[in-house]
């Protein structure tokens, strides 16, 4: 597979994403949690991929995000990073790592440009958040906002629900926006908020939205990789917004169950698959197994 993207592209930058913006040409965002799945994020063209703790249940099979370590994501930060060579990079500070204090968030994200290798990182949170926010852009690491439904908080925001259905529910996400954005976020997304409040919210802002759930208006868009490849067993839940792309599951399961019964008819490995040996060294080979 190698360690660069078949196809050369610029590496985006936090211009990249402004000039983008400007011209209101959609920005792309997906989710990566490896190697593999970096690098087909990165050849495929997107502008920036984040390492999203949503890791924490489509890799690693955790309940939820509130589970992942900060040590687990560094990891797959740093197998995303190997992969991703033009687009911009962001690893998501994991829940327990940024709240305490903007000391303690300041310290993480170090530890994700430092170890995990990635350009910015992302954290959950509106106006509170704010204070933690300044402390890391001023450290000069580019932060990636969250508002909306933030999981790390599902607790108590009742669950997954939508944000921002009512007037003063859909005034706190404006706030929030405009405090992140006042705090230093070169972008911020919003998910699940309906379609016609982010466009609304997005008309106030110098900076982009990145849409999950939250409609077209947005600036850009961001789905989870396994997801959107329709790579996950029949029967699971996936949320309304997700639109599946693909069917990798199916497709794995076939090529899976291809090898096991060719392996088990010995049809497999076949001659092509073989490295062959000079005939007078194999019947010399089966001379000597004989004499001894």
């Given at each position: 597979m190698g360690a660069a993207s078949p196809v050369a592209r610029k590496k985006v930058t936090l211009g990249t994403i402004r000039s983008l913006f400007k011209?209101?040409?959609?920005?792309?965002?997906?989710?990566?949690?490896?190697?593999?799945?970096?690098?087909?994020?990165?050849?495929a063209g997107m502008e920036?991929?984040?390492?999203?703790?949503?890791?924490?249940?489509?890799?690693l099979g955790m309940e939820d995000t509130?589970?992942?370590?900060?040590?687990?994501?560094?990891?797959?930060?740093?197998?995303?990073s190997r992969a991703a060579k033009a687009a911009f990079t962001i690893g998501d500070l994991p829940m327990g790592s940024y709240e305490v204090s903007p000391e303690?968030?300041?310290?993480?994200?170090?530890?994700?440009?430092?170890?995990?290798?990635?350009?910015?990182?992302?954290?959950?949170?509106?106006?509170?958040?704010?204070?933690?926010?300044?402390?890391?852009?001023?450290?000069?690491?580019?932060?990636?906002?969250?508002?909306?439904?933030?999981?790390?908080?599902?607790?108590?925001?009742?669950?997954f629900r939508v944000q921002g259905k009512t007037c003063p529910a859909a005034l706190k996400v404006l706030d929030d926006a405009?405090?992140?954005q006042e705090a230093g976020c070169f972008a911020m997304v919003l998910e699940a908020?309906?379609?016609?409040v982010a466009a609304i919210?997005?008309?106030?802002?110098?900076?982009?939205?990145?849409?999950?759930?939250?409609?077209?208006?947005?600036?850009?868009?961001?789905?989870?990789?396994?997801?959107m490849t329709g790579n996950f067993p029949p029967g699971r839940f996936i949320p309304k917004f997700v639109k599946k792309y693909g069917d990798v599951w199916s497709e794995s399961f076939r090529a899976i169950g291809a090898y096991r019964d060719e392996v088990k008819s010995r049809a497999y490995p076949a001659?092509?698959?073989?490295?062959?040996?000079?005939?007078?060294?194999?019947?010399?080979?089966?001379?000597?197994?004989?004499?001894k």
């Open positions: 011209k209101k040409e959609p920005i792309t965002v997906m989710t990566a949690h490896d190697f593999p799945s970096a690098y087909v994020a990165d050849s920036m991929i984040l390492v999203g703790d949503s890791l924490a249940m489509v890799a509130s589970e992942v370590l900060v040590e687990e994501m560094l990891l797959h930060c740093r197998s995303v303690q968030a300041l310290q993480t994200a170090i530890r994700f440009v430092k170890e995990g290798r990635v350009q910015s990182v992302k954290l959950e949170g509106g106006r509170e958040m704010a204070p933690t926010i300044r402390k890391i852009t001023a450290a000069g690491i580019p932060v990636l906002g969250h508002i909306g439904l933030t999981p790390q908080r599902q607790n108590a925001l009742g669950g405009l405090a992140l908020v309906p379609a016609e919210v997005t008309g106030e802002l110098s900076v982009p939205t990145i849409g999950i759930g939250a409609g077209a208006g947005c600036a850009g868009q961001v789905l989870v990789q396994i997801d001659p092509e698959h073989t490295y062959p040996i000079a005939k007078d060294e194999l019947e010399a080979f089966a001379k000597a197994v004989e004499e």
